[in-house]
């Protein structure tokens, strides 16, 4: 993308708005999310649901703002336990004595090998999807690309002159990351991590939309489009909101964090 | 080349390892143990007695060898769903996975690599404007949904391709196939194009501008010759790189994919194995994915051999 001086500001303006759409829309627009009417089911757009109802009549707009709650928690939180998690590796493994670092670099590349999504299969087999454990299971395979920029730029911080000083007064190890080279990362980390949240929702509904994520009949973005899938026939509209929410999301993240980038 | 290879083997053998582990932690973490251990009717004799034959009776690090020891042997537990084996039930649905994979792979790779280098070539033209703009939103579209999106269109309205499956009953003609193998294919290609695409344009933009570039040029080397001899074999190393990030990617893709497709291959089986608690076979698949991934790239390691003489030179 080629964004302008406002790039930024655009990018955040679409991010405020879904949160208000799903945070504050539920105070304005008071249908009940999870409220079964097998009398009116798929049915058309009206005044008593303005984007209709799916396949057990529920009302579209009611959970489009429900369901927005949880994938927006669920991404943030899980982005924010990559970035955490992915903090501490990268700079485990650019610290010192050389054998620890060594090691964590080692286990850090090895973990990016792993395939994601079946590990995420196994800990929703084993512990079930609860919102909680949806947060850490994203977040818990989604810190390496964080932990491998995290090294990497320690590396480079760690050859400055002032870093030298810090050492030569005598600083501890974990003083001097947070002291002189954690915020120099922060621009770095911002960007990183709003694509890492962007992620993170498109992995929550594919997780929801296979069954294995948020729950019905709790909505979230995923979960609608299951049922939208089986009644695609006789009401394809169903599809499209949830998926362009998700899209919009995804979308403003990614521009949002390219802007960081640049002002990086 | 020969202490390259054996690192890399190494680093493969790390990451089954860790799979293996977080795998056997995982179980042991999870709440509840083996479900006929929940019958309240059991005796405590009787407990003990499945206790010692499950041997969950052994301290943890026991267990931990023991269940690397039957894992060697190829002895992945049984399926609580089909009650068969599990290994064999994966590796039945495994080449069905492979094809997909590699048609997206090759699929992506015909569209990424003339994109990526005419886009890397001139930056901030209007191709690289209008490539940028469809790449941007192409990485934001759930492949799901853009599955969901393509059978309403293609297959319910239109009626060009089939919606789902790998053949038509009944049919076995090459033609039927493809027209099957089409839709999940694009799908999981569109993402993959889209990042190798991204990755092309900056390693062309950064090679063409190198300074053995010009020389070359100015040697008088057609531009075709340049193009190939210099710029394209320069980004020949890290392309091989993306690739191998991306697979374990391409892979979970597949997953999701096979599901919207109803593609029998073993992305789906894992889909409906996590859906009926059937956690030996999730197991089994986690491994035997990280075990492909491995292989994988490991292939891609002999590549860079192939791709960078400098690689092969090495003690």
Known sequence: ?264 | MAGFLVRRVLQGLLVLWLVTTATFLLIHAAPGGPAVLADPKLSAVERQAIEARLGIDQPLATQYLRWHARLLEGDLGRSFLYQTPTLSTVLTRLPNTLALVAASLLLSLVIAVPLGVAVGLAPGGRLDRTVGVINFTSLAIPPFWFGIVAILLVAARWHLLPAGGMVTPGQHDLGDRLAHLALPMAVLALPLSAELIRFLRAAVTGTAAASHVRPAAARGLTRGAVLRRHVLRNTLVPLLTVLGLQIPMLVGGAAVTETVFAWPGMGRLSVEAALGRDYPLVMAIALVVAATVVTANFLLDLAYGWADPRIRSQA
């Open chain 1, 1 to 264: 993308m080629n964004p302008g001086r406002h790039a930024y500001h655009r990018a955040a303006a679409g991010i405020a708005a879904l949160a208000l759409f799903a945070f504050l829309g539920p105070l304005l627009y008071r249908a009940d999310p999870t409220l079964v009417d097998l009398a009116h089911t798929t049915a058309a757009m009206s005044w008593a649901h303005p984007l209709g109802t799916d396949e057990s009549g529920r009302d579209v707009l009611a959970r489009l703002m429900s369901g927005g709650r949880v994938s927006l928690i669920v991404g943030w939180s899980a982005g924010l336990v990559a970035l955490v998690v992915g903090t501490l590796a990268g700079a485990l493994a650019a610290s010192r004595p050389r054998w620890l670092a060594a090691t964590a670099s080692r286990l850090l590349d090895a973990a990016l090998a792993v395939p994601a999504f079946f590990v995420l299969l196994v800990i929703v087999t084993l512990f079930g999807a609860g919102t909680g454990t949806l947060i850490v299971a994203i977040g818990a395979t989604a810190w390496m690309g964080i932990g491998r920029l995290v090294r990497a730029e320690t590396l480079t911080l760690r050859e400055r002159d002032y870093v030298a000083v810090a050492v030569a007064l005598g600083e501890s190890r974990p003083r001097l990351f947070l002291r002189h080279v954690l915020p120099h990362l922060v621009p770095t980390l911002t960007a990183a991590a709003t694509v890492g949240v962007a992620q993170a929702v498109l992995t929550e509904s594919a997780l929801s939309f296979l069954g294995l994520g948020v729950e019905p009949p709790q909505a979230s973005w995923g979960n609608m489009l299951t049922g939208a899938q089986q009644n695609l026939g006789a009401a394809p509209w169903l599809a499209l909101y949830p998926g362009i929410l998700i899209v919009a999301t995804v979308l403003a993240c990614n521009a949002l964090s390219e802007a960081f980038r640049r002002r990086a």
